[in-house]
């Protein structure tokens, strides 16, 4: 487990050995790691960072249109791996969770503890400290400071 | 009234009873629950469904066929669990008085007549 | 020093809280270095006890020094913090194998299998402890000694036939397991005469703290007992300390509730029994 601040560091191994997860990342909305576990190669949190955002981008522009509220947790069931995705509200912003798990855990296990991490974050966040929005000119150097912090590279 | 709801009704019913549910096994997920206020419907299909899956599985290892009735006793109560046909699981979370024998014998009649 | 390892050094000197001693001492084992590794990762996990993954490496490297007895305990603790971890699994499945042990082997890969199916390393693995089963012949009865003196250390069960003395039907159809989900005493053998004690052991890894884990959360506090009703035969399972957990098993002619009273006579007895091995 890889994170970029302290603070993320407990809520999200507790959620770790309570739902038995095999991959997680936690990002922001807007496609920025901020913690990962369980992935070996940068390569593959970029690109499951972009895709997590876009499709929860799609599916809350879905929920709008539909005139509905923002759906609370989107779930993929495969045979051998499933796939939860959710946004959710922290001080530092809305931040998304990629979780992929196995059938040794289940759906159930899996929100019942990624909804308990997100209360452990929202209290465990410093609150001081209000994060700068994303600029385009310092994405790419943000991008890669953020992955050489989550893989030691 | 359904047979889900009736289920759950009868099994309700039985002093001590705070809450009983539905729940999918594999998933962990509430079909349907009656529920009295403190009870977390959620955690308790969740955690119900993974402990009695876990238990079928030793279960299975000893050489024994998947359990029909769990009793999960607590310092403060208990938890019960008669797993149904079509991976459901009828769960009750029941106080420490309650009447386990009786809600026992409803969980089963309920559990079969959900075919 | 080469360069990476300068910089995780001096990432971990700049904060010494952070989690980059597990980048730096596994950078460090694969160079060989293993003392410097272990220091780097027995500083982490005494610093993040909690941390399944700071044990693991600190296994691994104990394992590469071929202190075979250390990687053991380290693997236990990382096991004990993470049941499903497939690494700490494959691990001890290495040790027992190189103590003898093919069928303690076996099991944990097959649990490891169960968790990571996709993992080709664990099938190759299984399908030799496999061969090894096989052309090794049956299994010795249980209570028997390990077959090599040189097994990991908590492999070693402690001397059984002595545990459940007192109780009803003796050593059979009970079964003392560690968190681990390694026997400890007692035994179960099937009506075919199989002995099914140490696959039963390793199922049971976990369901301690899961049953706690659902008392808790559902505001019932500690957990005592589950009792499972099964077509043919009753189960209870009770927790004698925190470290370890008790399976009785009976015929259904026994009433559930006279088992419960069986299994709580048989939790004094590993109770009374573990404190004498202390």
Redesign the interface.
């Known amino acids: 487990m890889r994170a970029l601040e302290p603070w993320v560091v407990d809520p999200l191994q507790s959620f770790l050995t309570e739902s038995s997860a095999r991959l997680t990342l936690l990002m922001t909305t807007s496609g920025q790691v901020v913690a990962q576990h369980g992935f070996s190669r940068s390569l593959d949190v970029m690109t499951a960072a972009a895709l997590g955002a876009g499709i929860v981008a799609s599916t809350e522009e879905l929920a709008r249109l539909m005139g509905a509220s923002r759906f609370g947790a989107l779930v993929h069931h495969g045979v051998r791996q499933s796939c939860l995705l959710s946004a959710f509200a922290t001080p530092r912003g809305r931040w998304i969770g990629v979780v992929v798990f196995g059938p040794e855990t289940s759906v159930g296990i899996v929100q019942l503890f990624f909804d308990q991490m997100v209360q452990q974050l929202m209290t465990a966040a410093p609150r001081e400290q209000v994060q700068a929005p994303m600029l385009a000119e310092n994405f790419e150097s943000e991008l890669d400071a953020s992955l050489k912090a989550l893989f030691g590279r | 009234m359904s047979p889900t709801d009736a289920a759950l009704d009868r099994v309700t019913r039985v002093p001590g009873v705070r809450g009983a549910l539905l729940?999918?096994g594999?998933?962990?997920?509430v079909v349907a629950e009656q529920l009295m206020d403190?009870?977390?419907g959620?955690?308790?299909?969740?955690?119900?469904?993974?402990?009695v899956?876990?238990?079928s599985?030793?279960?299975e290892?000893?050489?024994?066929?998947?359990?029909?009735?769990?009793?999960?006793?607590?310092?403060?109560?208990?938890?019960l669990a008669a797993p149904a046909p079509g991976d459901l699981v009828l769960v009750a979370?029941v106080g420490p008085d309650a009447n386990v024998g009786l809600a026992r014998l409803e969980m089963l009649e309920a559990a079969g007549r959900l075919d | 020093m080469s360069d990476d390892i300068r910089s995780l050094t001096d990432r971990l000197a700049a904060e010494p809280s952070s989690l980059a001693f597990l980048e730096l001492g596994e950078t460090l084992r694969r160079r060989g270095q293993l003392e410097a590794a272990y220091k780097v990762a027995r500083g982490g996990a005494s610093r993040y006890p909690g941390l399944a993954d700071a044990h693991d490496l600190v296994a691994r490297i104990l394992s590469d020094q071929a202190d075979l007895a250390g990687a053991f305990d380290a693997w236990s603790s990382a096991l004990q913090l993470d049941p499903m971890r497939v690494s700490a699994l494959k691990g001890i499945a290495f040790l027992y194998f190189r103590a003898g042990d093919a069928l303690a082997a076996l099991d944990h890969l097959q649990r490891a299998a169960e968790v990571d199916p996709d993992d080709p390393s664990i099938a190759q693995a299984l399908e030799r402890v496999r061969q090894e089963v096989t052309t090794a012949g049956p299994p010795p009865p249980a209570g028997a000694p390990p077959p090599n003196p040189a097994a990991p250390p908590n492999a070693a069960a402690p001397p059984t036939g002595t545990a459940f003395d007192d109780v009803d039907g003796g050593e059979q159809g009970q079964l003392l397991v560690d968190g681990n989900g390694l026997r400890l005493a007692g035994a179960l053998v099937l009506a075919d005469g199989s002995d099914a004690s140490d696959r039963v052991a390793a199922r049971l890894a976990g369901a301690s703290r899961e049953a706690a884990r659902a008392t808790r959360l559902l505001g019932l506090g500690g957990w005592h007992s589950i009792a499972l009703e099964c077509p043919d035969g009753h189960i209870v399972l009770s927790s004698p300390t925190a470290e370890t957990i008790l399976l009785t098993v009976r015929d259904r002619s026994l009433p559930m509730a006279r088992v419960g009273l069986l299994a709580e006579r048989a939790a004094r007895a590993a109770r009374t029994w573990l404190e004498r091995l202390g």
Do not use: I, K, N, Y
């Open positions: 729940v999918t594999s998933d962990g997920l403190g009870v977390d959620r955690a308790a299909a969740a955690l119900t469904a993974s402990l899956g876990r238990l599985r030793a279960a290892s000893a050489g024994m066929q998947p359990p029909a009735f769990v009793h999960l006793r607590g310092d403060a109560g208990s938890v979370v």
